[in-house]
């Protein structure tokens, strides 16, 4: 299985821009099976005073160009994510599109960041927690401040996750955090993790890029530096049954810590 994560930066105020260059790094993600890209990236996440006026239904032309990309790629692609609106609410809300360009889950971000960050003032948190089918194993979705949530993470396990996708926009100089919750999500819950995190900088806020593929015993993969790049490496879909066969940490769990 072929897998590609983008690591875009934002065309600051330009909106219709920052579309053609995503548009760009998924034509040019090769012949990956499935590719994910980073969180808020159409307007980077800084860009608070865009949420509103910015902000799209999942007919609108962010989700729709990444459905068309989907189906003229053939490919498995996770959106990243964009400021969706209904009924009147706001969410941080990601797609993962089949390679028919099909709708196979929305996951809204859950965990919304409230240190100098005005996501929780403008957004709504979902509710759901994701995890979606596909040929390859069941995929759980999170977007960046939930990987400080290990809950969540065991959720999706129990729902049968194997792989989880992440997107970000993860700022310096948290970099250590970064790396650090990428791995260990990864290696407590014996998954594949790929993060797809912004690179650049944002209203004055540079991210930390650092992209990355992790395997079920928190091995890094493959990973980037923080200047735009597409992450790509193959993963095997049968290590993860391998990983909890040979080292059965999830088989160890007691059920009286989870009431």
């Known amino acids: ?71 003229e790629k053939g490919i498995y692609l996770h959106t990243g994510s964009f400021v969706e609106k209904e009924k009147g609410k706001y969410y941080n809300t990601s797609l993962l599109l089949s390679p028919d360009g099909e709708i196979l889950a929305r996951y809204r971000k859950i965990h919304l960041f409230g240190y100098n960050s005005k996501e929780t003032q403008i957004l709504s948190p979902g509710e759901e ?75 004055g806020s540079q991210f930390v890029g650092h992209s990355m593929v992790i395997d079920p015993w928190g091995t890094i993969l493959a990973g980037a530096g923080d200047e735009e790049m597409i992450v790509k490496t193959d993963i095997d879909p049968a290590k993860v049954a391998q990983a909890r066969e040979t080292f059965p940490g999830l088989a160890g769990r007691k059920d009286f810590l989870n009431n």
């Open 129 to 203: 927690i994701v995890v979606a089918d596909t040929p390859f194993g069941k995929i759980g979705m999170a977007t960046c401040f939930d990987l400080r949530f290990p809950e969540l993470f065991r959720a999706m396990v129990d729902k049968g996750a194997q792989y989880f996708l992440v997107c970000s926009a993860w700022p310096y100089p948290r970099i250590e955090p970064w790396i650090m919750l990428n791995r260990v999500r990864a290696l407590e819950n014996q998954c594949f993790l790929i993060s797809a995190n912004s690179a650049g900088i944002n209203c």
């Open 1 to 71: 299985m072929k897998v590609a994560s983008i690591q875009l930066s934002v065309v600051e105020g330009d909106k219709d821009a920052t579309l053609k260059k995503a548009k760009h790094a998924i034509e040019e993600s090769g012949d990956a099976d499935l590719v994910i890209l980073p969180e808020i990236w159409n307007l980077s996440f800084m860009s608070f005073d865009q949420y509103v006026d910015k902000a799209e239904t999942i007919e609108g032309p962010t989700p729709s160009l990444m459905r068309t990309l989907a189906r």
